[in-house]
T-cell receptor, first 115, second 112 residues
């Protein structure tokens, strides 16, 4: 079955450490996205990529970094520069040019907690 | 970045009641989408709307694309406990545009 997989489901990080969240899709989608969700709030776009080896900053990119070396994979690194990293992180994918019509497919999320 | 205004922010209803929520934008959209997010999971697409005035159903859910193109509505009839979650609207500014603009969400709680 095609889908989008995020791992791990729960992640704990010490202050000052970098941590990488995994996102893999086998839907053959060109575009991938990372969102952050805080309790009681909506979705805020961190980074997105429409093609391999290219990505764009979203609304809250500071303190985060991404790479897109393969079409299937779009890992997100939460760096020590991110002042308030505790949140629920969602990865999504879509057909390029079709995101507006067919919507995004979301992963099941990673909950990151700084301890 | 822009977010759509979604209301109400939260709802507490009794099982069996009908639910209505809406989403408004200052911009015209060509596509409206409605998602549901269950606790600890990612959002799942419920309904997609492509034409002004369009009314589309998915079981007990019915959504409408406002004729002004600046709003959309979602109704849930005869609510059941598994309807609990956060409902998000999303809009596409241009035909085939990759990026969606999301609403702020409506949290639905059902009282037994």
């Amino acid at each position: 079955d095609g889908g989008i997989t995020q791992s791990p489901k729960y992640l704990f990080r010490k202050e000052g450490q970098n941590v990488t969240l995994s996102c893999e899709q086998n839907l053959n989608h060109d575009a991938m996205y990372w969102y952050r969700q805080d309790p009681g709030q909506g979705l805020r776009l961190i980074y997105y990529s429409q093609i391999v080896n290219d990505f764009q900053k979203g609304d809250i990119a500071e303190g985060y970094s991404v790479s897109r070396e393969k079409k299937e994979s779009f890992p997100l690194t939460v760096t020590s520069a991110q002042k308030n990293p505790t949140a629920f992180y969602l990865c999504a994918s879509s057909i390029v040019g079709g995101g507006g019509n067919y919507g995004y497919t979301f992963g099941s999320g990673t909950r990151l907690t700084v301890v | 970045g822009q977010q759509l205004n979604q209301s109400p922010q939260s709802m507490f209803i009794q099982e069996g009641e009908d639910v209505s929520m809406n989403c408004t934008s200052s911009s015209i959209f060509n596509t409206w989408l409605w998602y549901k997010q269950e606790p600890g999971e990612g959002p799942v697409l419920l309904i997609a709307l492509y034409k002004a005035g369009e009314l589309t159903s998915n079981g007990r859910l019915t959504a409408q694309f406002g004729i002004t193109r600046k709003d959309s509505f979602l109704n849930i009839s005869a609510s059941i406990p598994s309807d609990v979650g956060i409902y998000f609207c999303a809009g596409s500014l241009n035909f085939g545009n990759e990026k969606l603009t999301f609403g702020t969400g409506t949290r639905l709680t059902i009282i037994p």
